[in-house]
């Protein structure tokens, strides 16, 4: 390849770029590259050997003496300096003394050193790295279970060195691998069993991703399935229907009995003690999000649609702090569904929006007319039976025949509903309102609510 290694890593790291954003991933504050700090990686190294912790060879490879360290090596994984070296075939003084530099090899890429020729090791670019952005100490660092030892065991000890400190990092969170279901191999590129981020998205979107995550502590090892994603795919999808049924609720388009305001009160007032207690837990976020699937579940447990109003004075406070409160967890952690969480492409979602709302509004007034409700009285009016007065009986002997009459119409109107379901647009009539919502698909999806009849 008619390329350099450095406009080579550019397009790997264009192409990072991209999935991340198509994940929904934050940019970082700032992108480091080890190739732009070159000067300040061997400054680095020649601190940690003037603090007497690591020696050059006449190789031209620099290692970090470990046990020159002592017992403060080890202290994330509990390895010790004084287990027993294996076999020592390099010009290292032990066996588990690592690289800072390494003497360059034949068609390598390579930079001028005090040592030589050469590059950094893998540890020590990082140390610097994150010591020229961070300073002399980090709270929180993250990694795989994987890198535990010996990557962060080596930064630990290569940063207080550099910094002559007693504790570089605070807190280390280390995520369990991804396994592919039915495998005890973690996914990995060396092992081509992987998914690429374009092919994970053609199928899914990134909202059901952060989902399949959070159902899984952060720490443990989960297995990736069409399974796995589909139980995450319908959370999601109870949790869009809940919001749009209760913001139905709150305008007064989805009519039910009188709501226990107290139950709800307390099962909100609960569930916001028990996210604050997981979070607090290591990042439980699996108890979490179960805490608040049991909310949701509380708060539909008492939609119930009901076909005529009483006058009963509705709860829409405590159903609008429910709906605040559940958007702002999961705004928190990156996922929306106010206006539902996934646009289609381009500005197309709001027109399309707007054409099905329309076309489900004109729906519910023709299955209105077709059911001979009585808001389509007005219409029944005009047909001459202004004047009827009879009985109770009589008047549903009416509402009979006027229905076996527009049953067509009744019938089209159930044969457009399932015709959009094929497009994954589901319309839900419930009594006197219908709302509807798109399912997701592809990756992509939108929902909306539409109410008055």
Known sequence: MNMSPVALAR????????????????????????????????????????????????????????KSWGKRYGVLTTIS??????????????????????????????????????????????????????????????????????HHENEIAQCEVYHQCEQWGNYFLHSGHLHVKGSQEKMSKSLKNYVTVKDFLKKFSSDQFRMYCLRSRYSSAVEFSDESMDDAKNLLQAISSFIKDANAYIKG?????????????????????????SFADDFDTSR?????????????????????????PRSSVVYGSIISYIEGFFNALGMSFEERQVAVKGDSSAVLSNVIDELVQFRTKVRHYALALPEAAETVLVEGDAGAKGSKREENEKRQQLMGERRPLLEACDSLRENLAAFGIHI?????????????????????????S
């Open 11 to 66: 397009i790997y790291e264009e192409d990072f770029k991209q999935d991340m954003a198509a994940l929904k991933v934050l940019p970082p504050t700032a992108y480091m590259r080890v190739t732009e700090n070159i000067p300040q990686i061997i400054s680095f190294i020649e601190t940690v050997i003037a603090n007497g912790q690591a020696y050059a060879t006449s190789q031209g490879n620099v290692y970090f003496d470990v």
């Open 81 to 150: 300096p004084d287990t027993p070296d294996e076999a020592v075939n390099t010009d290292k003084r032990y066996g588990k003394d690592f690289a800072l530099w390494k003497a360059a090899k034949p068609q390598e890429l390579s930079w001028t050193s005090p040592w030589g020729k050469g590059r950094p090791g893998w540890h020590i670019e990082c140390s610097t790295i994150s010591s020229a952005v961070f300073g002399k100490q980090l709270d929180i660092h993250t990694g795989g279970i994987d890198l535990a030892f010996p």
């Open 253 to 277: 388009q989805l009519i039910c009995d009188p709501v226990r305001e107290d139950i709800l009160w307390e099962r909100l007032a609960s569930t916001k003690v028990t996210v604050k207690a």
């Open 288 to 312: 979490a999000v179960a805490a608040i699937m049991d909310l949701i579940h509380h708060g539909n447990r008492q939609l119930k649609a009901v076909t005529k109003d009483t006058g009963s």
């Open 428 to 452: 839900k009539d419930r009594a006197a309102v219908s709302t509807w919502e798109m399912a997701e698909r592809g990756g992509q999806a939108e929902q909306q609510a539409q109410g008055k």
